[in-house]
């Protein structure tokens, strides 16, 4: 199994720009999340999913799209990139305890590092 | 709403113990602990979901206060390869799966 991938690595963007980061995980999790991780600050939720076709807010979700067409992937949009989005973004994914009994703990991607200029 | 960590850094000789408190202003459900080294995604070390309720793997363990709203992570005989920035995430309700990340503590061990 891979886990949970997240492409691209790495990426510059200039502000005004956009792009879609994606996120994949073939552990059949139901639910998905977004993270931004910048110094002294922690992560941060950005937005989350828990189950296909359904997203949610999360603390700093200004900014930010996202959508779960398929329940392996979550993506995560930005329509105009500002340096302030300058971070490294983390994808995790878990399962629902209480849908499949499972304990819940979030399995992260290897983050992209995302620079705008 | 952020959950306070204390300390935010702690220097140890390897062999030495540290803990690390997570404190939450918020009535919790469950607190999950991982680590994070440098570069790398955060690894789950574990979750506690009752109040009092303690948990160990090797020589790392939790507690639980829910009264208190606060949890502690102790890490005993402290190894090199336990040196990374330790995060708590804090649950408010179990129905979310919605974690709050305190800012991590960073602990270096050495040799």
């Known amino acids: 199994n891979a886990g949970v991938t997240q492409t691209p690595k790495f990426r510059v963007l200039k502000t005004g720009q956009s792009m879609t980061l994606l996120c994949a995980q073939d552990?059949?999790?139901?639910?998905m999340y977004w993270y931004r991780q910048d110094p002294g600050m922690g992560l941060r939720l950005i937005h989350y999913?828990?189950?296909?076709?359904?997203?949610a807010k999360g603390e700093v979700p200004d900014g930010y799209n996202v959508s779960r067409l398929k329940k392996q992937n979550f993506l995560l949009g930005l329509e105009s990139a500002a340096p302030s989005q300058t971070s490294v973004y983390f994808c995790?994914?878990?399962?629902?305890?209480?849908?499949?009994?499972?304990?819940?703990?979030?399995?992260f991607g290897p983050g992209t590092r995302l620079t705008v200029l | 709403q952020q959950p306070v960590q204390s300390p935010q850094a702690v220097i140890l000789r390897e062999g030495e113990d540290a803990v690390i408190n997570c404190s939450s202003s918020?009535?919790?459900?469950?607190v999950h602990w991982y680590r994070q080294k440098h570069g790398e995604a955060p690894i789950f070390l574990m979750i506690?979901?009752?109040?009092?309720e303690q948990k160990g793997h090797d020589k790392i363990s939790a507690s639980f206060n829910e009264k208190k709203q606060q949890s502690s992570l102790y890490l005993t005989a402290s190894q090199l390869s336990y040196s990374g920035t330790y995060f708590c995430?804090?649950?408010?309700?179990?129905?979310?799966?919605?974690?709050?990340f305190g800012t991590g503590t960073l602990l270096a061990v050495q040799p």
């Open positions: 995790a994914s878990s399962y629902s305890f209480y849908t499949s009994g499972k304990n819940n703990e979030q399995f």
């Open positions: 552990m059949n999790h139901e639910y």
């Open positions: 999913s828990v189950g296909e076709g359904t997203t």
């Open positions: 918020k009535a919790l459900y469950s």
């Open positions: 506690l979901l009752k109040g009092g």
């Open positions: 995430g804090t649950e408010k309700s179990g129905a979310t799966n919605k974690l709050i």
